[in-house]
């Protein structure tokens, strides 16, 4: 690709609405081939769906900016997105090729209002690490051994992100135009969420206070290191901070290497996330294993906090509800606090996800369940998952990250200590945060072995469930069929208006510049396909005369 298009918003805006148009085309033709969906055609439309997330990967990394970002953002979307498109991105590595170093030295030299060598004695280039929105380089201080890493934005990323932000818009227009996704999903706000969350990581001075808030709150941890941030040389496009050795925290071989207790790490570290989890305040909300290291003392070293969320108190309230009522059996209650979450949108139906809930709690309450059976869980996941997409539950951004960093942490600490018990360890921690020992007593007495159990062993369950909405919907075939062909039409009529219009001005356009061959085909090519317009817009004017 051409550097030039890389930052021009009509190649930029095409390139994401023609991949659109072609993911709805595609997926329309596949629901008109397939009316009976059986075990065959499901293995189909994962195998489409999971090309289609190929494609999708393919173009975020030729273009990064925000579709690097929206796809990762996507991958934590279980509320809406089908399981074979989460897991194709949940590998989206945010990794992008280097920016010239003669770029980042004029970033640093514009933010710091002086030559480079005024505050840096040494920089290692190119650059250790490159992402779409920043680089890291590995340097050294001026008058001083202290290393530090430095983290400079991204050339004309702003601009990049802004113009890909008006691209999104023309793509959330065509999904709530062609699809009947707008229904099941509150699209104006998922895009302003998705644009909150991108503009956020656009300004390294939150991110910088971001670090000085967990640095504060965990100083007195000695078995956790938050890296130290120059705050003199820290702007809104460039950070710098301490240089820290160690290794992934999942890097076991490292760990028996050192004769680090692995039990020990994987103690520090669920202390430290449940804490966030359950308490008011911010949560590291990007906890994969390259911004987790570990040293070889066994400290554990927490980086990177651009991406961080916030539980507030009034969802720590609401949580604590949920509990309860899941506990007393108070399933209306349920619906009520997922209602005032914002979980629920205003077509939902309240009775039909009553039942569902009540008949998913009911497998954790039966003992026919191994929790701890992984091919079982994920048996249970999947079945609950494929409820959600029929009916309208949307999770906030908040609370789609929280959950995508709780399933991360989860895995982590199953890798470094697989014999992890969670509710043993988190048991104190839990009654504590439901009230204190005498409503937490009440409460596991009543249930402990039937309910409770199960979701402290297993909380990335209980988490998916939270995210998935419904059970047992039964569709109705003809409605849904009907549906399918009036958006089909609606989406045909649409790509011939856009081919007319196009035919149209290349017919004007060639009149213009005296090319008659040209002129001749393009308005044989404006008859024709106005014709095919007159033709479809009959059919699809009988097609909903018959459905009356």
Request: one cysteine or more; charged letters at 25%.
């Amino acid at each position: 690709m051409h550097k030039r298009l890389k930052y021009n918003l009509g190649y930029r805006c095409t390139v994401m609405v023609l991949m659109t148009l072609k993911f709805i085309a595609k997926i329309y033709m596949f629901h008109f081939k397939h009316r009976i969906w059986d075990d065959e055609t499901f293995d189909k439309w994962n195998l489409l769906i999971t090309k289609l997330a190929q494609e999708y990967r393919e173009k975020a990394i030729l273009l990064g900016g925000v579709l690097i970002k929206v796809g990762q953002f996507l991958s934590t979307r279980t509320d809406f997105m089908p399981d074979a498109f989460i897991k194709e991105l949940s590998g989206l590595v945010d990794r992008v090729p280097a920016m010239p170093y003669s770029y980042a030295k004029e970033i640093m030299e514009e933010e710091w209002g002086a030559a480079i060598e005024t505050h840096i004695e040494e920089i290692q280039t190119p650059s250790i690490a490159s992402a779409s929105i920043g680089e890291v380089y590995r340097a050294k201080l001026k008058g001083s051994d202290t290393e530090v890493a430095i983290k400079v934005q991204r050339y004309r990323i702003k601009e990049v992100f802004h113009k890909d932000f008006k691209a999104l818009r023309i793509v959330f227009w065509l999904i709530s135009t062609l699809t009947s996704f707008g229904k099941k999903t509150d699209l104006p706000s998922l895009y302003r969420e998705l644009v909150t969350v991108m503009n956020r990581e656009l300004h390294f001075n939150l991110e910088l206070a971001n670090a000085h808030y967990f640095k504060e709150k965990f100083k007195g941890n000695t078995s956790l290191h938050i890296p130290f941030y120059v705050d003199e040389l820290c702007t809104k496009r460039v950070l710098v901070m301490e240089w820290v050795e160690g290794a992934k925290v999942t890097d076991i071989e490292y760990m028996q290497r050192h004769q680090i207790d692995t039990k020990h790490v994987a103690s520090v570290l669920f202390d430290f996330y449940l804490e966030q989890f359950l308490t008011t305040g911010k949560f590291h909300a990007d906890p994969h294993a390259g911004n987790i290291l570990v040293q070889p003392d066994g400290r554990i070293v927490i980086i990177d906090f651009g991406m961080v969320g916030e539980v507030r108190q009034q969802d720590s309230q609401h949580f604590k509800q949920l509990i309860q009522s899941i506990v007393m059996d108070n399933y209306d209650r349920v619906i009520e606090t997922l209602d005032e979450m914002g979980f629920i949108l205003p077509n939902a139906d309240h009775n039909k996800l009553k039942r569902a809930i009540q008949e998913t709690i009911e497998m954790y309450q039966s003992g026919t369940i191994d929790i701890q059976d992984a091919h079982i869980m994920e048996q249970i996941k999947k079945d609950i998952r494929l409820v959600i997409h029929d009916q309208p539950i949307q999770l906030s951004a908040e609370y789609a990250y929280l959950g995508r960093a709780i399933s991360i942490i989860i895995g982590i600490l199953i890798a470094i200590y697989p014999e992890i018990n969670f509710q043993k360890w988190a048991e104190p921690a839990v009654k504590e945060w439901l009230g204190g020992k005498k409503v937490a007593e009440t409460l596991y007495k009543q249930y402990a072995k039937d309910t409770i159990k199960p979701i402290l062993s297993y909380p990335q369950a209980v988490l998916e469930w939270l995210e998935s909405g419904t059970k047992n919907r039964q569709w109705d075939k003809r409605k849904h069929q009907r549906r399918l062909k009036h958006q089909y039409f609606i989406w045909i009529e649409v790509l011939i208006v856009m081919f007319l219009l196009l035919s149209l001005g290349g017919s004007i356009g060639a009149f213009y510049l005296q090319y008659q061959l040209t002129a001749i085909i393009t308005l044989c090519s404006t008859a024709v396909l106005t014709i095919l317009l007159l033709t479809i817009l009959r059919k699809h004017y009988k097609m909903i005369q018959s459905s009356k």
